[in-house]
């Protein structure tokens, strides 16, 4: 459903978001192992968060990624799709073809419809603090 970069991104955002709440910065190197990317493919990904100022980063020896807390609070995952994908998820053809529509519909059209709208109202209320305060790392992981 997304894009591989898009995968990597919400998982790296998640990450940063679970470092930041624990007063650290994460690098990019542990990035990457966290949510098992790799490292140049992350980098472009966290340069795309960070010129949409979606994440916060910092140079030198104690820089890396991080996100204020009221980041965490606001930032939802519809964002970071947003700025990943775009919205071709809620926009293309759950089969790929490019002439489907209400008046042209492909089979799955209108069942496809409400899943799609199911997936946008979960991503725009889900932010990175709730997940953040989910988080128990003996029920949840990053890596695939």
Same mark, same amino acid.
């Given at each position: 459903?997304?894009?591989?970069? =898009?995968?990597?991104?919400?998982?790296?955002?998640?990450?940063?978001?679970?470092?930041?709440?624990?007063?650290?910065?994460?690098?990019?190197?542990?990035?990457?192992?966290?949510?098992?990317?790799?490292?140049?493919?992350?980098?472009?990904?966290? /340069?795309?968060?960070?010129?949409?100022?979606?994440?916060d980063?910092?140079?030198?020896?104690?820089?890396?990624?991080?996100?204020?807390? *009221?980041?965490?609070?606001?930032?939802?995952? *519809?964002?970071?799709?947003?700025?990943?994908?775009?919205?071709?998820?809620?926009?293309?053809?759950?089969?790929?073809?490019? /002439?489907?529509?209400?008046?042209?519909? =492909?089979?799955?059209?209108?069942?496809?419809?409400?899943?799609?709208?199911?997936?946008?109202?979960?991503? /725009?209320?889900?932010?990175?603090i709730?997940?953040?305060? *989910?988080?128990?790392?003996?029920?949840?992981?990053?890596?695939?």
């Open positions: 459903m997304f894009s591989k970069s =898009c995968e990597y991104g919400l998982r790296a955002v998640i990450f940063i978001a679970q470092q930041s709440h624990l007063g650290h910065k994460a690098s990019l190197t542990s990035i990457s192992q966290a949510v098992d990317s790799p490292p140049a493919f992350t980098a472009k990904i966290l /340069q795309q968060l960070v010129k949409n100022n979606l994440i980063s910092s140079k030198g020896p104690k820089g890396g990624f991080f996100m204020a807390p *009221e980041a965490m609070k606001n930032l939802t995952l *519809e964002a970071v799709v947003s700025v990943l994908d775009g919205d071709s998820i809620y926009t293309n053809c759950g089969l790929g073809l490019k /002439q489907c529509n209400d008046k042209k519909p =492909c089979p799955l059209h209108f069942k496809f419809v409400a899943i799609k709208e199911e997936l946008q109202a979960m991503l /725009q209320n889900t932010t990175l709730m997940l953040v305060n *989910e988080m128990n790392l003996d029920r949840f992981h990053l890596k695939r």
